[in-house]
T-cell receptor, first 114, second 119 residues
Framework: EAQVTQNPRYLITVTGKKLTVTCSQN?????MSWYRQDPGLGLRQIYY???????DKGDVPEGYKVSRKEKRNFPLILESPSPNQTSLYFC?????????????FGPGTRLTVL | AQKITQTQPGMFVQEKEAVTLDCTYDTSDQSYGLFWYKQPSSGEMIFLIY??????QNATEGRYSLNFQKARKSANLVISASQLGDSAMYFC????????????????FGQGTILTVHP
């Protein structure tokens, strides 16, 4: 089954404690991305990756890091989480080609930083 | 810069009736794609429908159709014969590409519209 998986699904942590949210896709997609969703703001892109070892900032990259060492994995790293990073996070992947550039989303990770 | 605007924070519709969710966009690019996603209360993002900027026909997927008016820069979602399960948040989103058709892969989202279907 084609899918994007994220772990963990729910996480409560404290300020300053480093954490990693994993993302993996099994569709051999070149493109992967991380979004955060906040009420009234829709989804905003954090980072994206066009292919292995190629990453770039989205709209709200501050406080986040990513890496793309393998095509299937795109972890999101919060080196020193702060309460304003409490949000719902989505990983997505796509073939990076229009017109069939549908983005497949993971199930989401709900993060709370105390 | 690309911008998506959904002006309806909430919409109500009676079961079995049709409803239109508004979406306008702003871009200077000629090649772009428009999407609608559904997000039920469980949180997942479900792809509904896609329209390319060069597509002359309005996209349709079952009960979903996209009313694409390029000159007005609008891409409204029409849901026919609403069902109780259609109650959810709906997001309009846009992706743009270079002249070669390769997308930059970045989706820009609107703020969303909460649709409530009444029995």
């Amino acid at each position: 089954e084609a899918q994007v998986t994220q772990n963990p699904r729910y996480l409560i942590t404290v300020t300053g404690k480093k954490l990693t949210v994993t993302c993996s896709q099994n569709m051999n997609h070149e493109y992967m991305s991380w979004y955060r969703q906040d009420p009234g703001l829709g989804l905003r892109q954090i980072y994206y990756s066009m292919n292995v070892e190629v990453t770039d900032k989205g709209d709200v990259p501050e406080g986040y890091k990513v890496s793309r060492k393998e095509k299937r994995n795109f972890p999101l790293i919060l080196e020193s989480p702060s309460p304003n990073q409490t949000s719902l996070y989505f990983c997505a992947s796509s073939t990076n080609r229009i017109p069939t550039d549908t983005q497949y989303f993971g199930p989401g990770t709900r993060l709370t930083v105390l | 810069a690309q911008k998506i605007t959904q002006t309806q924070p909430g919409m109500f519709v009676q079961e079995k009736e049709a409803v239109t969710l508004d979406c306008t966009y702003d871009t200077s690019d000629q090649s772009y794609g428009l999407f609608w996603y559904k997000q039920p209360s469980s949180g997942e993002m479900i792809f509904l429908i896609y329209q390319g900027s060069y597509d002359e026909q309005n996209a349709t997927e079952g009960r979903y159709s996209l009313n694409f008016q390029k000159a007005r820069k609008s891409a409204n979602l029409v849901i026919s014969a609403s069902q109780l399960g259609d109650s959810a948040m709906y997001f309009c989103a846009m992706i743009f590409s270079n002249a070669g058709g390769t997308s930059y892969g970045k989706l820009t989202f609107g703020q969303g519209t909460i649709l409530t279907v009444h029995p």
